[in-house]
């Protein structure tokens, strides 16, 4: 495992604990939207936030996490 590897998410994470409240819309919010711009519609907070839903209403498939959305 190569040095900058291993601190490649080094400001993923400060940006996480940069979070002010402690309530998972906050948390989630801190994270940084790795995605392209173009034809983005839904926060990325906000699909993170359906998928942790999801995962704790016990959803063991992309197909449970549509139907749970």
Do not use: H
Request: charged share 25%.
């Amino acid at each position: 495992m190569g040095r900058g590897r291993r601190n490649r998410f080094l400001p993923v994470l400060e940006s996480v604990f940069a979070a002010t409240d402690l309530d998972l819309i906050s948390y989630l919010k801190a994270i940084p939207d790795a995605r392209m711009r173009r034809g983005v519609r839904i926060p990325a907070w906000y699909l993170l936030l359906v998928a942790v839903l999801g995962i704790l209403s016990r959803c063991q498939s992309l197909r449970d996490l549509e139907r749970f959305s």
